[in-house]
């Protein structure tokens, strides 16, 4: 009976130990070591806000041309027009509000626009400051103009780090126009580190070593 006894707890305490490590090893591969990738598309996603420099050219037109900024109420000023709200805006949609509106004015007018956002960026970069680019202009070229990275040897990851506190993994190729940042949010350049760069087999390592662990005590307790 004693020895039955005994062999039921120990069959108890092994179940009890395997899922735990069940468990443990579901948490630790759940739990990201990096930044998700942040969506980028091939089109342009960015929407006119606050602080944009919108830029506009009306074919045949030079008196037209204009460069308004959008203010705090969303609006910006164009020649023949006066205030126009923009703020929420596509290139495309505020490309197409222009040219219904310039079509009051001129005959068949066509304009064309593009625009300029000051974005953050610092971390391992020679010269961190705020950079006005286009929707056009892709990380590689932005960290050119940064002077590259401190330490051109080392690998970097480039993350994008937005006001609601989450941070995304950006592809270098990107360009910024496919990417949904706002004039608030940041580009952080950040060497990768030993385990940044092997997360994935220090995870494995640790769900493999809290294994072993845990089979190890079961053998102590039941051999006892």
């Known amino acids: 009976m004693a020895l039955t006894r005994r062999f039921r707890a120990s069959a108890r305490v092994m179940t009890v130990a395997l899922l735990a490590s069940l468990v443990g ?98 971390g391992q970069v020679r010269l961190p400051g705020v950079y006005s680019v286009d929707p056009g202009t892709t990380l590689v070229g932005l960290l050119a103009r940064a002077g590259g990275p401190n330490n051109p040897g080392n690998e970097q990851g480039i993350t994008l780090e937005t006001t609601g506190g989450r941070r995304l993994a950006l592809p270098r190729e990107a360009r910024l126009g496919g990417i949904d940042i706002k004039r608030t949010d940041a580009i952080k350049i950040e060497e990768l580190n030993f385990f940044l760069k092997n997360s994935g087999s220090l995870q494995a390592a640790s769900v493999l070593f809290a294994t072993i662990s845990t089979l190890l005590g079961v053998i102590l307790v039941v051999s006892r």
């Open 25 to 122: 090893a579901c948490a630790t591969r759940s739990a990201p070591t990096l930044a998700p990738a942040a969506t980028v598309s091939a089109n342009i996603v960015w929407r006119v806000e606050e602080g944009d420099i919108i830029k506009t050219r009306v074919y045949r037109q030079p008196d037209l041309a204009s460069e308004p900024i959008v203010n705090s109420r969303g609006t910006a000023f164009f020649p023949g027009l006066g205030r126009v709200q923009v703020a929420g805006l596509t290139i495309d949609s505020l490309e197409a509000l222009l040219n219904a509106r310039y079509s009051a004015l001129i005959r068949e007018p066509a304009v064309q626009v593009t625009m300029n956002r000051e974005l953050v960026l610092y």
